[in-house]
Structures are given as C-alpha cells and as structure tokens.
C-alpha cells in the first residue's frame, strides 16, 4: 500500500496563474517531507521542504502548506512559469534530521504550464 | 566533481547476466544513496551509504542486487542473474552528512531483454 500519494497524475496551468500541486500520506511517524522536480532525462532535484512542527515553509515563488491533521501537504508555485514544467515528487521520511537515508516517494504529478 | 555522475548512462542486457554500475558522488559528500525508479512510478529506495559502510540495505528487493561503496566516495550496485522486471532508470544521491537535500545524479537506464 501506497505511504505517500499523489492523485493526479497531470495538471496544466496557464503561465502566471498559481499551480497547486497535492500530496497525501498515511504514515503518521513521518515527520519530514520534500518535494523534488524531474526534468526528462534527468535526475530529480530537491525544491524545498517542510518539517512537520511547521505548516508552512516559504521559498520564493515556492510555498509548501502541511496540515498534519488531515495528512496533507501540498505545493504553490506562484506565478507559475513555462520553464516549471516538469514532474514534481512529494517525499516523506521518518527521520528528520537524522542520517537515516530512506525518503519516500510518491508517484508524481506532471505539470504543464502553458504560454 | 560539480555533479553527482553515473555510468552507463543507458545499459542493454541479457536475461541471467550480471551488470555493475557506477555512482561518482559530489566530493566531500559522505551519504550515499541507491534509489530505484520503474516506469510511471516515484523513485523507490535501494541503499544507503554513510562513507563505506551500507547504514541501511532495507531496500534491496532480493539477494540478486549487491553495492559496495569501498573507499567511501565511488560506489557500484551489482546485479545478479538479471531479470526482465530488473529493467528501471537507478539513480544516485549524495548528500553532506546525511541530510536530505539530496543532489541525484542523471541516472542509468537498464533494460532487460
């Protein structure tokens, strides 16, 4: 069964409007999360991030939101810009801070920002 | 180096053969990371490296798969009597000390055939 959950697997914005990208998780020890983007034929790269004694952490045009109630986070890219285009992963782990490696990983959800 | 490289960048191989492949991490960086990633699916964690030593191995889907990280920079992931659901982009990370910024390398494409 899926920890880390990332329903849509597309979503298409129009450029300058906000995208808001969704994650959810079942696991309540994890205490940490990130969200990392992919470009095609490369290797992700981390885009911030969020401890869980925050619910919010704030990046230039990058905002991740975390309700730990409701076991949710998600991802604002305000304006959102052509060059976002990419796959963005949600990721979790039990360890924050910690040197325990082992992220997890949701599907990803592919995001197209139209000119 | 600047990046996190690995090579090959794309392997072909037969069903039963045994592959290497390789993981230059960012210099200085003492965590290393194997991740796994199917079509369609997120990056699944593999292995995890604090400078020689496997910290944790939990991801290793059988005893087929193998990685040393012997002097504590470069490591290898070895695989063993490939199969054709063996076929998955890997990926490297390496981070400094652990924390989970992690910087992923470009990854290798293998292919079972």
New interface residues.
């Given amino acids: 069964d899926q920890q880390v959950k990332q329903n849509s697997p597309s979503l298409s914005v129009q450029e300058g409007r906000i995208s808001i990208l969704n994650c959810d998780y079942t696991n309540s020890m994890f205490d940490y999360f990130l969200w990392y983007k992919k470009y095609p034929a490369e290797g992700p790269t981390f885009l911030i991030s969020i401890s869980s004694i925050k619910d919010k952490n704030e990046d230039g045009r990058f905002t991740v939101f975390l309700n730990k109630s409701a076991k949710h986070l998600s991802l604002h890219i305000v304006p959102s810009q052509p060059g976002d285009s990419a796959v963005y992963f949600c990721a979790a782990s039990e360890n924050y801070g910690g040197s325990q490696g082992n992220l997890i990983f949701g599907k990803g959800t592919k995001l197209s920002v139209k000119p | 180096g600047a990046g996190?490289s690995q090579t090959p960048s794309n392997k072909v191989t037969e069903k039963g053969k045994y592959v290497e492949l390789r993981c230059d991490p960012i210099s200085g960086h003492t965590?290393l990371?194997w991740?796994r990633q199917s079509l369609?699916?997120?990056?699944?964690?593999l292995i995890?490296f604090?400078g020689t030593g496997a910290?944790?191995d939990?991801?290793l889907p059988n005893d087929r798969f193998f990685a040393v990280r012997p002097e504590g920079s470069v490591s290898t992931l070895k695989i063993q009597r490939t199969e054709r659901g063996d076929s998955a982009v890997y990926?490297c990370?390496s981070s400094l000390?652990?924390?989970?910024?992690?910087?992923?390398?470009?990854?290798t494409r293998l292919t079972v055939v």
């Fill in positions: 996190v965590a990371y991740y369609g699916q997120g990056p699944e964690f995890y604090q910290a944790d939990s991801g990926l990370a000390q652990g924390n989970y910024g992690y910087t992923f390398g470009s990854g």
